[in-house]
Nanobody
Framework: EVQLVESGGGLVQAGGSLKLSCAASGFTFDDYAIGWFRQAPGKEREEVSCISSSSGHTYYADSVKGRFTISSDNAKNTVYLQMNNLKPEDTAVYYC?????????????????WGKGTLVTVSS
C-alpha cells in the first residue's frame, strides 16, 4: 500500500520556523520525485517545492525561494521541508506528493500519490 504521511505542522508566529516531514512507503522511493504543495482556505492548491530522489535536483516556487529548503533522506524514504521566516500568507494545509516524472514535479496533475496534509498556521 502506498503511503505518504506528512508531519510537523503547527502554529508559529510570523518570522518563525517549522520543519515538515513526508514519510513515504509502498513504492520505490529512488524512482520518484517528491513535491510539496499547499492550499490555503478559499484558494487553489499551489506548488511549493520538489526534489528528485535520484538526482537530488530541487525546485522552488518564487514565493518561497530563499526561505524554504527541501531535502531528502533516501535511507529513511523521507523528504523534509524546512520553512524559515514564515509569513501569515504561508498559512495553508501542506501536502506532499510523489511523481515518477521528476521534470513535472511542481505540477499537481503529474502527481501519482498524495498525502493527507498537515496544517501550518502562521500568526501575525
Amino acid at each position: 500500500e502506498v503511503q505518504l504521511v506528512e508531519s510537523g505542522g503547527g502554529l508559529v508566529q510570523a518570522g518563525g520556523s517549522l520543519k515538515l516531514s513526508c514519510a513515504a512507503s509502498g513504492f520505490t522511493f529512488d524512482d520518484y520525485a517528491i513535491g510539496w504543495f499547499r492550499q490555503a482556505p478559499g484558494k487553489e492548491r499551489e506548488e511549493v517545492s520538489c526534489i528528485s530522489s535520484s538526482s537530488g535536483h530541487t525546485y522552488y516556487a518564487d514565493s518561497v525561494k530563499g526561505r524554504f529548503t527541501i531535502s531528502s533522506d533516501n535511507a529513511k524514504n523521507t523528504v523534509y521541508l524546512q520553512m524559515n521566516n514564515l509569513k501569515p500568507e504561508d498559512t495553508a494545509v501542506y501536502y506532499c506528493a510523489a511523481t515518477g516524472d521528476s521534470l513535472s514535479c511542481l505540477e499537481h496533475y503529474a502527481m501519482d500519490y498524495w498525502g493527507k496534509g498537515t496544517l501550518v498556521t502562521v500568526s501575525s
